[in-house]
């Protein structure tokens, strides 16, 4: 079986899918992605959806001259030849971005699921058949909302909330304090506190992180740049409440390694968008687990890639949560199948061959400005 043509969709939907109020430090709010279809000799498709952000043009552009001819004539089911070839190849002067192999690596497994007739979860050998959720907020204008939004969430039967809290270090202390008083002290329901690199400095981050620790948060994520590790490795050193980090990292588990050796971070993030796909998340997470630590998926914020990232979920032992991210508007982005959550707030994987991802032909034809 051979990789016979590859379709790339530029795709921008006709409204916005987020408001400029849930998005920080930008008035643009909208949300560009990609279809990367991989056609093989034998009939079986794969498909998955890529990240572009705010610019498809950019994303496709890489995409079609990067990836497209990388992967045409090659077996498809050679994920882990490839993902190795593939490294060397890009040293040689493409210098991708950390995005552009995550939706390749996708489709491969999904050609790989249809033709073993197995959900992707069972083939990456499953560990459970759901997943406890925690609700990862967008930037939400005062204190008060995170804090509605955390109890209304609990209510909902969630396993915890997450905070992408103001900038300012004031309103997003207030916006901890109020989410801790509104869902009250019982330890079933996490909270979770993602600044996403909003201290500046060590001290800054230091001081947040100790009003953390009296408010028992689960862990504090991302608070400086996943590349300032001289200061991450000291908070992780001085703090009780654990590290969250290398989501944005790039090298994948090579680079993750080092962060985990040299304690940089207590817990590793992994996404199948960011991070290379699902050879590289499966990696990362066996890697974590032979140090006795955990690796949390991190959100890949398009629903059809939120799918993907389940299936690994449910087929990681030491991944406690999956991410779900708010608003609603993103549920159905491209996809007729939104992910699934129970009363109990667990979430379950399609269980169609391959992602089981189900397609809205109609909505992405609509969103399609280019095809490469």
């Given at each position: ?77 050679a994920r882990e030849q490839h ?194 796909g699902i050879t590289a998340v ?67 994987p399609p269980t169609g061959a ?19």
């Amino acid at each position: 079986m051979k990789i016979s043509d590859i379709e790339i969709r530029l795709c921008k939907p006709r409204e916005p899918v987020m408001t400029d109020s849930e998005l920080r430090d930008t008035q643009k709010s909208d949300l560009h992605f990609l279809i990367i279809k991989l056609k093989t000799d034998a009939g079986i498709d794969g498909v998955s959806m890529g990240f572009a952000g705010m610019g498809a043009e950019m994303a496709g552009n890489v995409a079609a001259q990067s990836l497209k001819p990388f992967f045409l004539g090659k077996d498809p089911l050679a994920r882990e030849q490839h993902w190795h070839d593939f490294r060397r190849y890009d040293r040689v002067w493409h210098h991708t971005p950390i995005y552009a192999y995550g939706p390749f690596d996708i489709a491969l497994w999904d050609i790989a699921g249809k033709l073993a007739n197995m959900p992707l979860f069972q083939l990456l050998g499953q560990y459970r058949e759901k997943a406890p959720t925690y609700v990862s907020s967008m930037f939400l204008d005062t204190p008060q909302e995170y804090a509605d939004q955390a109890a209304r969430f609990k209510a909902q039967g969630f396993h915890g909330y997450k905070l992408h809290p103001p900038s300012d270090y004031h309103e997003a202390l207030a916006a901890y304090r109020l989410c801790r008083e509104a869902v009250g002290d019982d330890a079933r329901f996490k909270l979770m506190a993602d600044p996403v690199t909003a201290h500046s400095y060590y001290e800054e981050a230091l001081r947040m992180g100790r009003e953390l620790e009296k408010l028992d948060y689960y862990w504090f994520e991302e608070p400086l740049y996943d590349v300032d590790f001289h200061s991450l490795r000291k908070l992780t050193r001085d703090l009780d409440i654990p590290i969250c980090g290398t989501e944005v990292l790039a090298g994948s588990h090579y680079s993750t390694a080092e962060c985990i050796a040299s304690g940089v971070v207590d817990i590793v993030r992994s996404d199948v968008s960011w991070k290379g796909g699902i050879t590289a998340v499966m990696k990362t997470a066996h890697l974590a687990e032979a140090f006795g630590m955990r690796c949390e998926i991190h959100t890949a914020i398009y629903p059809a890639l939120e799918i993907v990232n389940l299936h690994c979920v449910c087929a990681i032992a030491n991944c406690e949560f999956f991410e779900a991210l708010v608003p609603s508007s993103l549920l159905k982005l491209g996809i007729l199948n939104p992910l699934r959550i129970d009363d109990e707030g667990y979430a379950h994987p399609p269980t169609g061959a391959g992602t089981g991802v189900e397609w809205d032909w109609d909505f992405i034809d609509d969103a399609t400005v280019a095809v490469l």
